[in-house]
């Protein structure tokens, strides 16, 4: 069965950081990009940050520079290390399996999400 | 504002047929790229419910259906059961952009 499992979420002040994990299972980790997404309160799906099987990376304009997405093929985790964090990226932050429909990206396995609340 | 807009909601009575649309532009929809559905019951994680326009994953209802046709795209539900009340997305990728896109979500409130 396919799992996705985040951990790392809490409560960071403006300017904090925090770093997020995502441990993946039941399917051949290193063969497959991994996306972050999160969901502010009340709001909808916003793309973050991706990581394709050979390592390159992809950012949102809103995160770049201050998130860095990586992963570890031995321990089957993504980590997303988050820095000068602010208020607006207050959210539940999702992570996901990728698959990709002719060029068209999408998730076909998400995790449960964590929460990240930035605030004084 | 989302670059793909889709309704804030949208009602029906069990058994009957609801539509939720996503409208979208040409360097998204109109493009070369296709459009997924997610749906998010309360309080859960987002679900992929169709991808590549119209197919449906594994264990997913035929009740559930996707189409696209120019800049938009639509999802509709028949059948409708008090189960199906969640929010739906769209989601696809826009060149413009170099990004992928989501709606901003319609919730389903099954009468």
């Known amino acids: 069965e396919v799992q996705l499992l985040e951990s790392g979420g809490g409560f960071v002040q403006p300017g904090g950081s925090l770093r997020l994990s995502c441990a993946a299972s039941g399917f051949s980790f290193s063969n497959y990009a991994v996306t972050w997404v999160r969901q502010a309160p009340g709001k909808g799906l916003e793309w973050v940050t991706a990581i394709t099987t050979g390592g390159t990376t992809y950012y949102a304009a809103s995160v770049r520079g201050r998130f860095t997405i990586s992963r570890d093929n031995s321990q089957n985790t993504v980590y997303l290390q988050m820095n000068s964090l602010r208020a607006e990226d207050t959210a539940v932050y999702y992570c996901?399996?990728?698959?990709?429909?002719?060029?068209?990206?999408?998730?076909?396995?998400w995790g449960h999400g964590t929460l990240v609340t930035v605030s004084s | 504002q989302s670059v793909l807009m889709q309704p804030p909601s949208v009602s029906g009575a069990p058994g009957q047929k609801v539509t939720v649309s996503c409208a979208g532009s040409s360097s998204n929809i109109g493009s070369v790229y296709d459009v997924h559905w997610y749906q998010q019951l309360p309080g859960k994680a987002p679900k992929l419910l169709i991808y590549g326009n119209n197919d449906r994953p594994s264990g997913v209802p035929e009740r559930f259906s996707g189409s696209k046709s120019g800049t938009s795209a639509s999802l509709a539900i028949t059948g409708l059961q008090a189960e199906d009340e969640a929010d739906y997305y769209c989601?696809?990728?826009?060149?413009?952009?170099?990004?992928?896109?989501f709606g901003g979500g319609t919730k389903l409130i099954v009468l």
């Open positions: 989601q696809s990728y826009d060149v413009r952009l170099d990004t992928w896109v």
């Open positions: 996901g399996r990728e698959f990709l429909v002719g060029v068209t990206p999408g998730l076909d396995y």
